[in-house]
């Protein structure tokens, strides 16, 4: 009988990357990415002396060129890496992940396969070397978003070497708003994260807590000081932008904001700011604007938070219904087939969609504290999540995938959910104003 997609994928035999294979890999990535990225590394170890150990390396997520990055700060050392599983399912990366041994992982679940291709490269393959993302997917605010549920738990059980990979300007070459890439600058840098002692001396939660404390980059704040250029050719900087700003911080209307451009403005108010090549906010004249687009996005989190309490909080917004064939992979750069359509609805008791699946009516229900967030793999005009083990697609009419991601977040959060919030942010925090 022949195997579904999913059944060839869950087949997987791990093992290390062919050298040869890596080697070819990593000169590819450094002709397409290192010299446009005008990357510069900076290594606090020497990473001769990890070379006959296993070892898991970590890095912030800030953009879909973080597997290069993190080749280049470990000098091209053979890294197997863990990838959401549903881009198994594309076909232009099936042969990349096959040859380049790639871990599948479903984003935000319990997902044992993932262990065991983990266990199997840094205890049966010599001087095994993991790559995780321990986010779980690239930052939609410009920020490092805390680590999944369990990251401190994997890596005390693992008890081997982590280093860290701090990537800084990787969201500014692609932001979550726009498919189009900026070249410019990125810095990266290297270091000793835990060794086997420590691991053994901490406990998962203050594991989970230093990998937080080490990764968290802010690009939007690192570059005020530089001020390095990323150039999108046609110039429109804050084209799509309204995908992850969505509320005006004047006025408070959501889903009004249109990026067109260099300008990002309220359609209800007029309220509005330019963006430049360095990603400088500049609002016009007698708009009220956050110092930058990090801040923005946070201060719409703060809102949601405030939202999601109220008594009679609910959101709904019809969508269209995507999933993955059984049988091929899904190609023509598509995440999903479309199959069906219906409503999606959100309450402080979970989530939900009513509607059609293939032609027959189908519903749906997650509970809050089953669903801690939902996946923008690419940019904010899709996002996915999994019931009951199944990728889930959904394409809402408006550009509110953002807007939908917060209040999931912060459903979950405000009810008791484990994956909190970095100990650091603060909820009450006034908005800062250019």
């Known amino acids: 009988m022949k195997k579904t997609t999913d059944q060839l994928v869950k087949a997987i035999k791990f093992k290390k990357i062919n050298p040869l294979v890596n080697s070819v890999l990593s000169q590819v990535a450094r002709i397409v990415y290192y010299k446009p990225c005008k990357v510069e590394i900076s290594r606090e170890i020497n990473l001769d002396d990890y070379k006959d150990k296993p070892v898991i390396v970590v890095a912030n997520h800030s953009s879909r060129f973080d597997y290069a990055f993190v080749n280049f700060a470990m000098k091209s050392r053979a890294i197997n890496f863990v990838a959401a599983e549903n881009e198994f399912h594309r076909s232009k990366f099936k042969f990349i992940f096959k040859i380049g041994h790639v871990i599948p992982k479903r984003n935000f679940v319990p997902d044992t396969k993932t262990i065991r291709g983990i266990s199997h490269i840094l205890r049966k393959e010599k001087a095994g070397c993991v790559g995780i993302f321990p986010c779980g997917m690239s930052t939609a605010s410009g920020a490092q978003q805390p680590s999944m549920i369990g990251t401190g738990k994997m890596l005390k059980h693992f008890g081997v070497h982590v280093l860290g990979v ?140 405030k939202t999601v309490l109220e008594p009679d909080f609910e959101m709904e917004e019809h969508v269209k219904l995507s999933l993955m064939p059984r049988y ?106 250019k």
């Open 166 to 305: 701090r990537i800084h300007g990787g969201y500014l070459v692609c932001p979550k708003f726009d498919v189009k890439e900026r070249f410019g600058k990125v810095e990266l840098e290297l270091f000793e994260l835990f060794d086997p002692d420590s691991l053994k001396e901490l406990s998962a939660d203050e594991i989970q807590l230093k990998v937080d404390e080490a990764l968290f980059c802010d690009d939007y704040e690192w570059n005020k000081t530089r001020q390095y250029s990323y150039n999108r050719k046609d110039g429109k900087y804050a084209e799509n932008m309204e995908q992850i700003l969505y509320k005006c911080p004047n006025c408070g209307t959501e889903m009004r904001m249109e990026g067109k451009g260099k300008d990002i403005r309220c359609l209800h108010c007029g309220n509005g700011a330019t963006l430049d090549d360095k990603y400088n906010l500049t609002p016009y004249v007698g708009s009220k604007i956050p110092v930058d687009p990090r801040e923005w996005f946070d201060w719409q989190r703060r809102e949601m938070r």
């Open 328 to 433: 091929g992979h899904i190609g023509h750069n598509k995440v999903a087939n479309v199959v069906g359509e219906g409503v999606l609805h959100l309450d402080s008791e979970g989530f939900s969609y009513t509607g059609t699946r293939e032609g027959e009516p189908w519903t749906v229900f997650i509970p809050r504290d089953a669903i801690p967030t939902i996946c923008l793999p690419v940019d904010g005009s899709f996002f996915y999540t999994y019931a009951s083990g199944e990728f889930l697609c959904f394409t809402p009419d408006t550009p509110s995938c953002m807007r939908w991601s917060l209040a999931v977040e912060e459903i979950y959060r405000a009810f008791g959910g484990k994956w909190r919030n970095y100990p650091w942010f603060d909820y009450d925090a006034p908005m800062k104003l």
